[in-house]
């Protein structure tokens, strides 16, 4: 002010400082305002943040922690822990009993193995009447036509066995078991009513095609609806039906012929084969009722899910997310394998046959199909029927003709080894019972070989062989062990090399009297080598292969390894006899024992084991999806 000439007054100057100090404090006032209300703000924000703070402090106390929360949380963690042991159960196959079993599981299952029973029993019914039946038929003394009314059988098994593939892929498992019960009802129909040997041979032919069908076609089904726990334990059931259906045919010999063989009435013989329709009559109405469920695995591979999950709960007790999760793991098995063809063509049935053994030795699929093959072959090549024929011809030499002493030592090692195998498949694995199926079997058959060493002349075993095998004391419980097409050839072959078809007397083979080595080689390596035979060589093929063969070649490699089967069977039984009069019993039983010492080998270093494992699950390992 002074700088602009201007002089304040003491009055002025005063009330100029005096305004600003009043001012400074309404500014001051106000800021403290301003700092209360922000404050007050700020803590109002904090305390929302505090409280969810306070039950993370006192969560591991129940008292402080909310009851339905807590409820909640240990729900959770029970239906996770649930979830997690239900699905190491599906994987391993160590549900609990029952648990994993459909309401309609063992029906389905029953249904189908009437089919195996008509396989055992159309191997057996022909023998026993078959004298009487040339007698009223009109050719008694027709070697020849003899032989082809036993064995033409085969050659329909042969068919059947190998057809059945394309209609099973095709239309479904349910359709073609309902399709085998027709070649089996018109055959046996046709047997039971024929005029003529015509009509006889056309019967058995028909029959044999729906035989060769049933056998390759069963194992399979079952081993699709089976759950892992127990499918081992349902191939057995199998082998149990057919020993049941060749005992069937034995026992009910006597009471329709009256119990004297050969002068029994005529035409008694025709009511064996009206029985054998009323099975197939069964099974036909079974499967059009729907009381034989569909594959589930079929249902997949055709993009039927909804069907499949239906399918599922049925059969194996799946349902909600386990199906679902199934059902993916399906889709994951069959997108490592399949791969879609580059023609989509429709083909002609002979064409789409031709494809479908080429797709089976694709290499994807060879090894598996390589495994199914041996095995099918090596148990056909153990020689099973031979060892039993052999046995009968000792028993007679010492005059144990009797049918208890042949149930004794043969019926009941069969049975006791089929007991063994349905306990053991699932329980042991199937790679155990293999080895040491083979390896007994071995055994068994080189003891024998040495006990025949010093059995007599070439032209002395003949007629003592040929007798085991002629129709008389226990025939047919001897085809309860092994298989019809062996025993058919060699009846056919014992026919073209001159030998009666009739019980022979013990004074036929008494050139073999006095061993007492081979008499108890017999009477102790035959039931042994029989019940190892039932329990493994026996049934665990046709389960095993059934396991690890791709569902996209499944169904056509099984009916290759039924045909095969079929073949082998009929070389041993047409090789066997001309075998002996070349290198004696000795040789033939040692060169059987090599053959059970490959399959040893073979199972030890190519055999997987596939217990409690899911078909899926197998599936991805032999493919390179999974991990052993």
């Not at 066995?161 to 046996?188: C, E, H, N, W």
């Amino acid at each position: 002010m002074r700088a602009l000439g201007m002089q304040a007054s003491p009055r002025s100057g005063v009330l100029t400082c005096h305004r600003r100090a009043r001012l400074v404090e309404v500014l001051r006032a106000k800021q403290k305002r301003l700092s209360t209300t922000v404050t007050s703000a700020s803590s109002t924000q904090e305390k929302p943040k505090k409280i969810p703070k306070s039950p993370k402090r006192v969560i591991a106390t129940p008292k402080v922690l909310n009851v339905f929360n807590f409820a909640r949380d240990i729900a959770s963690r029970s239906d996770t822990a649930t979830e997690k042991r239900a699905s190491k159960v599906k994987e391993v196959g160590e549900t609990p009993e029952d648990q994993d079993i459909g309401p309609s599981l063992f029906l389905s299952s029953g249904v189908a193995c009437l089919g195996a029973f008509l396989f055992g029993y159309h191997s057996a019914v022909i023998n026993s009447p078959l004298n009487d039946l040339a007698r009223d038929l009109g050719f008694p003394g027709d070697l020849a036509l003899k032989g082809l009314t036993v064995s033409i059988m085969v050659a329909g098994g042969v068919f059947g066995g190998l057809g059945i593939g394309a209609v099973a892929d095709k239309y479904g498992r349910q359709f073609a078991l309902g399709a085998t019960t027709i070649p089996l009802m018109l055959g046996s129909v046709l047997s039971a009513v024929a005029p003529s040997s015509s009509f006889m041979l056309a019967g058995r032919l028909i029959a044999g095609v729906g035989v060769g069908a049933s056998s390759g076609l069963v194992p399979l089904y079952l081993s699709e609806v089976a759950p892992p726990r127990i499918r081992g334990f349902l191939g057995s059931v199998r082998r149990f039906a057919f020993v049941i259906g060749c005992l069937s045919a034995f026992l009910l010999v006597d009471p329709l012929s009256g119990g004297d063989v050969g002068e029994s009435p005529e035409g008694w013989w025709r009511g064996l084969f009206w029985f054998a329709a009323l099975p197939a009559a069964l099974q036909f109405a079974g499967v059009i009722s729907g009381q034989c469920e569909e594959s589930p695995s079929w249902l997949m591979q055709q993009g039927r899910e909804k069907e499949s999950r239906r399918a599922l709960a049925k059969l194996q007790n799946i349902r909600g997310r386990e199906a679902v999760a199934w059902q993916r793991k399906a889709i994951a098995a069959s997108a490592t394998d399949n791969k879609p063809s580059s023609d989509t063509k429709e083909k002609s049935a002979l064409a789409s046959m031709v494809d479908g053994v080429v797709m089976v030795f694709e290499e994807r699929s060879r090894k598996q199909v390589y495994i199914g093959i041996g095995l099918c072959l090596l148990a056909a090549f153990s020689g099973s029927n031979t060892v039993i024929y052999y046995a009968s011809s000792v028993f007679s030499e010492l005059g144990l003709t009797g049918s208890g002493l042949l149930t004794a030592l043969v019926g009941i090692p069969n049975m006791a080894g089929a007991v063994f195998g349905l306990v053991l498949t699932d329980k042991w694995g199937r790679r155990p019972l293999l080895l040491t199926s083979f390896g007994v079997m071995a055994g068994s058959l080189a003891i024998l070989a040495a006990a025949t060493y010093s059995m007599p002349t070439v032209s002395q075993e003949v007629p003592a062989l040929c007798e085991g095998i002629s129709g008389g004391t226990g025939g047919d419980l001897f085809l309860s062990v092994g298989s019809g097409e062996q025993f058919n050839y060699m009846s056919s072959i014992c026919l073209d090399m001159g030998v009666p078809y009739a019980p022979l007397a013990v004074d036929a083979i008494a050139p073999t009297s006095g061993n007492s080595i081979s008499t108890i080689a017999a009477c102790t390596m035959v039931p042994i080598y029989v019940c190892a035979f039932s329990a493994g060589a026996g049934p665990v093929p046709w389960l095993l292969y059934n396991e690890i063969f791709p569902l996209r070649v499944r169904a056509r490699a099984t009916a290759l390894c039924t045909g095969l089967n079929y073949a082998a069977n009929a070389v041993v039984g047409s090789t066997f006899l001309p075998a002996v009069q070349y290198v004696g019993l000795s040789g033939t039983y040692a060169t059987y024992a090599v053959l059970c010492l490959i399959g040893y080998v073979f199972t030890d270093i190519l055999v997987i084991e596939t217990k409690g494992r899911s078909l899926e699950e197998i599936e991805l390992e032999l493919t390179g999806g999974g991990t052993k």
